[in-house]
Protein backbone atom coordinates (compact mmCIF):
# COMPACT_ATOMS: atom_id res chain seq x y z
CA UNK A 1 0.00 0.00 0.00
CA UNK A 2 1.18 3.40 -0.97
CA UNK A 3 0.58 5.22 2.76
CA UNK A 4 -0.89 8.46 2.15
CA UNK A 5 -2.51 11.41 4.39
CA UNK A 6 -6.29 10.36 5.41
CA UNK A 7 -8.79 12.82 4.92
CA UNK A 8 -12.29 13.03 7.30
CA UNK A 9 -14.51 11.33 5.39
CA UNK A 10 -17.32 14.23 4.45
CA UNK A 11 -20.13 12.94 6.14
CA UNK A 12 -22.12 15.82 5.67
CA UNK A 13 -21.82 17.04 2.12
CA UNK A 14 -22.37 13.12 1.24
CA UNK A 15 -25.62 13.46 3.07
CA UNK A 16 -26.39 16.95 0.68
CA UNK A 17 -25.35 15.92 -2.47
CA UNK A 18 -27.68 12.44 -2.13
CA UNK A 19 -30.48 14.73 -1.03
CA UNK A 20 -30.03 17.30 -3.48
CA UNK A 21 -29.33 14.80 -6.72
CA UNK A 22 -31.48 12.15 -7.87
CA UNK A 23 -31.36 8.57 -7.76
CA UNK A 24 -30.86 7.42 -11.04
CA UNK A 25 -28.63 10.01 -12.42
CA UNK A 26 -25.74 9.80 -14.50
CA UNK A 27 -21.98 10.50 -12.33
CA UNK A 28 -21.92 14.38 -13.89
CA UNK A 29 -25.00 15.53 -12.19
CA UNK A 30 -23.02 15.16 -8.87
CA UNK A 31 -20.36 16.82 -10.37
CA UNK A 32 -22.42 19.57 -11.60
CA UNK A 33 -24.52 19.75 -8.41
CA UNK A 34 -21.24 20.48 -6.40
CA UNK A 35 -19.10 23.00 -8.66
CA UNK A 36 -21.69 24.25 -11.05
CA UNK A 37 -24.82 24.74 -8.82
CA UNK A 38 -22.94 24.76 -5.47
CA UNK A 39 -25.37 22.88 -3.43
CA UNK A 40 -23.03 22.11 -0.72
CA UNK A 41 -22.06 25.87 -0.06
CA UNK A 42 -18.80 26.19 -0.97
CA UNK A 43 -16.95 29.57 -0.90
CA UNK A 44 -15.12 29.45 -3.84
CA UNK A 45 -14.94 27.44 -7.44
CA UNK A 46 -11.65 25.95 -6.48
CA UNK A 47 -13.17 24.94 -2.50
CA UNK A 48 -15.89 23.35 -5.10
CA UNK A 49 -13.48 21.27 -7.13
CA UNK A 50 -11.36 20.09 -4.07
CA UNK A 51 -14.88 19.17 -2.13
CA UNK A 52 -15.64 17.24 -5.63
CA UNK A 53 -12.65 15.54 -6.19
CA UNK A 54 -12.79 14.18 -2.90
CA UNK A 55 -16.01 12.93 -2.52
CA UNK A 56 -15.23 11.37 -5.85
CA UNK A 57 -12.34 9.37 -4.07
CA UNK A 58 -14.23 8.08 -0.81
CA UNK A 59 -17.86 7.78 -2.75
CA UNK A 60 -17.09 7.54 -6.28
CA UNK A 61 -20.41 9.46 -6.71
CA UNK A 62 -21.32 7.38 -9.72
CA UNK A 63 -24.08 4.59 -10.06
CA UNK A 64 -21.70 2.51 -12.33
CA UNK A 65 -19.74 1.80 -9.28
CA UNK A 66 -21.09 -1.19 -7.69
CA UNK A 67 -20.09 0.24 -3.95
CA UNK A 68 -21.91 3.53 -4.72
CA UNK A 69 -25.19 2.23 -5.97
CA UNK A 70 -24.98 -0.20 -2.88
CA UNK A 71 -24.37 2.30 -1.23
CA UNK A 72 -27.44 4.59 -2.44
CA UNK A 73 -29.59 1.67 -2.59
CA UNK A 74 -29.05 1.26 2.02
CA UNK A 75 -29.15 4.84 2.31
CA UNK A 76 -32.74 4.80 0.90
CA UNK A 77 -33.17 3.15 4.47
CA UNK A 78 -33.30 5.31 7.88
CA UNK A 79 -31.26 8.09 7.76
CA UNK A 80 -29.73 6.81 11.14
CA UNK A 81 -27.83 4.41 8.84
CA UNK A 82 -25.78 6.95 7.22
CA UNK A 83 -22.92 7.52 9.57
CA UNK A 84 -22.05 3.87 9.57
CA UNK A 85 -23.03 2.68 5.97
CA UNK A 86 -20.51 6.41 4.67
CA UNK A 87 -17.80 5.06 6.86
CA UNK A 88 -17.93 1.50 5.74
CA UNK A 89 -17.73 2.57 1.94
CA UNK A 90 -14.72 5.40 2.86
CA UNK A 91 -12.76 2.68 4.43
CA UNK A 92 -13.06 0.35 1.20
CA UNK A 93 -11.50 3.53 -0.52
CA UNK A 94 -9.58 4.93 1.75
CA UNK A 95 -6.47 2.58 2.69
CA UNK A 96 -5.13 4.42 5.37
CA UNK A 97 -8.80 4.75 7.13
CA UNK A 98 -9.16 0.93 6.77
CA UNK A 99 -5.91 0.15 8.48
CA UNK A 100 -6.07 2.61 11.11
CA UNK A 101 -9.84 1.65 12.48
CA UNK A 102 -8.29 -1.16 14.68
CA UNK A 103 -6.72 1.24 16.25
CA UNK A 104 -9.95 2.98 17.25
CA UNK A 105 -11.68 -0.37 18.04
CA UNK A 106 -9.17 -1.43 20.52
CA UNK A 107 -9.40 1.10 22.87
CA UNK A 108 -12.01 0.51 25.70
CA UNK A 109 -15.41 2.53 25.34
CA UNK A 110 -15.13 5.15 28.02
CA UNK A 111 -11.48 6.13 27.68
CA UNK A 112 -10.37 9.34 26.51
CA UNK A 113 -8.48 9.37 22.88
CA UNK A 114 -6.12 12.36 21.59
CA UNK A 115 -4.40 13.32 18.55
CA UNK A 116 -1.33 12.58 20.36
CA UNK A 117 -2.25 8.95 20.70
CA UNK A 118 -3.41 8.76 17.39
CA UNK A 119 -0.10 10.38 16.22
CA UNK A 120 2.16 8.05 18.51
CA UNK A 121 0.27 5.07 16.73
CA UNK A 122 0.87 6.44 13.13
CA UNK A 123 4.67 6.70 14.13
CA UNK A 124 4.85 3.60 15.08
CA UNK A 125 2.83 2.11 11.92
CA UNK A 126 4.61 4.36 9.76
CA UNK A 127 7.59 5.15 10.61
CA UNK A 128 9.40 8.06 9.19
CA UNK A 129 6.43 8.36 6.46
CA UNK A 130 4.73 11.81 7.69
CA UNK A 131 6.36 14.76 8.12
CA UNK A 132 5.32 16.39 11.30
CA UNK A 133 2.70 19.02 10.27
CA UNK A 134 1.25 16.16 7.86
CA UNK A 135 0.72 13.42 10.48
CA UNK A 136 -0.88 15.84 13.39
CA UNK A 137 -3.39 16.85 10.28
CA UNK A 138 -3.90 12.87 9.38
CA UNK A 139 -4.83 12.20 13.05
CA UNK A 140 -7.11 15.18 13.62
CA UNK A 141 -8.54 14.20 9.74
CA UNK A 142 -8.93 10.22 11.32
CA UNK A 143 -10.34 11.23 14.47
CA UNK A 144 -13.12 13.15 12.88
CA UNK A 145 -14.24 10.35 11.01
CA UNK A 146 -14.61 8.17 13.65
CA UNK A 147 -16.01 11.23 15.56
CA UNK A 148 -18.94 11.11 12.32
CA UNK A 149 -19.11 7.12 12.68
CA UNK A 150 -19.98 7.02 16.30
CA UNK A 151 -16.43 6.06 17.61
CA UNK A 152 -15.44 8.51 19.46
CA UNK A 153 -17.44 11.55 21.03
CA UNK A 154 -16.71 15.35 21.43
CA UNK A 155 -15.46 17.94 19.89
CA UNK A 156 -12.08 18.72 21.63
CA UNK A 157 -11.70 15.96 24.37
CA UNK A 158 -12.55 12.93 22.26
CA UNK A 159 -14.45 9.76 24.22
CA UNK A 160 -14.80 6.24 23.14
CA UNK A 161 -18.14 5.22 22.01
CA UNK A 162 -20.07 2.62 20.28
CA UNK A 163 -21.58 3.35 16.84
CA UNK A 164 -25.26 3.30 15.82
CA UNK A 165 -25.52 0.13 14.63
CA UNK A 166 -28.64 -1.52 12.71
CA UNK A 167 -29.77 -4.87 10.54
CA UNK A 168 -29.14 -2.27 7.39
CA UNK A 169 -25.54 -1.21 8.54
CA UNK A 170 -25.19 -5.12 9.34
CA UNK A 171 -26.32 -6.14 6.13
CA UNK A 172 -23.53 -3.76 3.98
CA UNK A 173 -20.75 -5.19 6.32
CA UNK A 174 -22.03 -8.67 4.82
CA UNK A 175 -22.26 -7.42 1.43
CA UNK A 176 -18.64 -6.20 1.07
CA UNK A 177 -17.05 -8.62 2.71
CA UNK A 178 -18.93 -10.80 0.08
CA UNK A 179 -17.70 -8.84 -2.96
CA UNK A 180 -14.26 -9.75 -1.61
CA UNK A 181 -15.01 -13.64 -1.99
CA UNK A 182 -16.02 -14.57 1.59
CA UNK A 183 -18.65 -16.61 1.51
CA UNK A 184 -20.70 -18.24 4.79
CA UNK A 185 -19.62 -17.97 8.49
CA UNK A 186 -16.55 -16.23 6.90
CA UNK A 187 -19.07 -12.92 6.30
CA UNK A 188 -19.61 -13.11 10.00
CA UNK A 189 -16.14 -12.17 10.87
CA UNK A 190 -14.37 -10.22 8.69
CA UNK A 191 -12.71 -6.38 8.32
CA UNK A 192 -16.39 -5.05 8.12
CA UNK A 193 -18.04 -6.81 10.70
CA UNK A 194 -15.15 -6.27 13.25
CA UNK A 195 -15.61 -2.42 12.00
CA UNK A 196 -18.94 -2.85 13.28
CA UNK A 197 -17.45 -3.13 17.19
CA UNK A 198 -20.09 -5.73 18.43
CA UNK A 199 -20.26 -8.78 19.72
CA UNK A 200 -21.06 -12.14 17.45
CA UNK A 201 -24.47 -12.50 19.10
CA UNK A 202 -24.76 -8.95 18.69
CA UNK A 203 -24.33 -9.17 14.96
CA UNK A 204 -26.20 -12.57 14.31
CA UNK A 205 -29.26 -10.74 15.88
CA UNK A 206 -28.80 -8.20 13.55
CA UNK A 207 -28.06 -10.27 10.55
CA UNK A 208 -30.94 -11.47 11.64
CA UNK A 209 -33.32 -9.20 11.50
CA UNK A 210 -31.82 -7.82 8.24
CA UNK A 211 -33.22 -11.15 6.94
CA UNK A 212 -36.27 -10.72 8.33
CA UNK A 213 -36.70 -7.34 6.68
CA UNK A 214 -35.46 -8.57 3.18
CA UNK A 215 -32.32 -6.98 2.97
CA UNK A 216 -30.06 -10.57 2.33
CA UNK A 217 -30.93 -14.01 3.11
CA UNK A 218 -29.61 -15.92 5.95
CA UNK A 219 -30.08 -19.25 7.18
CA UNK A 220 -27.75 -21.14 9.54
CA UNK A 221 -28.14 -24.94 10.28
CA UNK A 222 -25.99 -26.00 12.83
CA UNK A 223 -22.44 -24.71 11.97
CA UNK A 224 -23.84 -24.15 7.99
CA UNK A 225 -24.23 -20.87 7.02
CA UNK A 226 -25.52 -19.74 4.44
CA UNK A 227 -26.23 -15.82 3.28
CA UNK A 228 -26.93 -14.53 -0.05
CA UNK A 229 -28.42 -11.31 -1.36
CA UNK A 230 -30.60 -11.71 -3.77
CA UNK A 231 -31.58 -9.02 -6.22
CA UNK A 232 -29.02 -6.50 -5.24
CA UNK A 233 -25.72 -7.57 -7.44
CA UNK A 234 -26.16 -7.83 -11.49
CA UNK A 235 -24.98 -10.90 -13.24
CA UNK A 236 -21.36 -9.22 -13.63
CA UNK A 237 -21.01 -8.52 -10.13
CA UNK A 238 -22.22 -11.73 -9.04
CA UNK A 239 -19.54 -13.30 -11.12
CA UNK A 240 -16.64 -11.22 -9.99
CA UNK A 241 -17.55 -11.91 -6.47
CA UNK A 242 -17.56 -15.52 -8.04
CA UNK A 243 -13.83 -15.09 -8.77
CA UNK A 244 -12.85 -13.80 -5.73
CA UNK A 245 -14.42 -16.39 -3.80
CA UNK A 246 -12.54 -18.71 -6.25
CA UNK A 247 -9.23 -16.61 -5.60
CA UNK A 248 -9.67 -16.18 -1.60
Known amino acids: MSVHTSRTMMLHELKLILKRVALDAPASSYVEAIIEENVLGKPTRSTRQ ?18 FRLLRYFCSSDPGNHPMLAFLMACARDPLLR ?12 QIVSPGDIVTYLN ?11 LL ?10 TQAG ?12 PY ?10 LLGYL ?10 SLWTRALDCSTAELTNLVEEASRQGWLRYKATGAVVDITFPGLL ?3 EEQAAYEQDRSA
Do not use: H, M
Open 50 to 67: RTAKRLRELYALDPRCTL
Open 234 to 236: TLA
Open 180 to 189: CGLRGSLLLD
Open 124 to 134: AQYPSRFRATT
Open 137 to 146: STAQNLASSW
Open 165 to 174: LTPVVSAFAL
Open 151 to 162: YLQGKKRKRRTR
Open 99 to 110: EATPFVLAIPVG
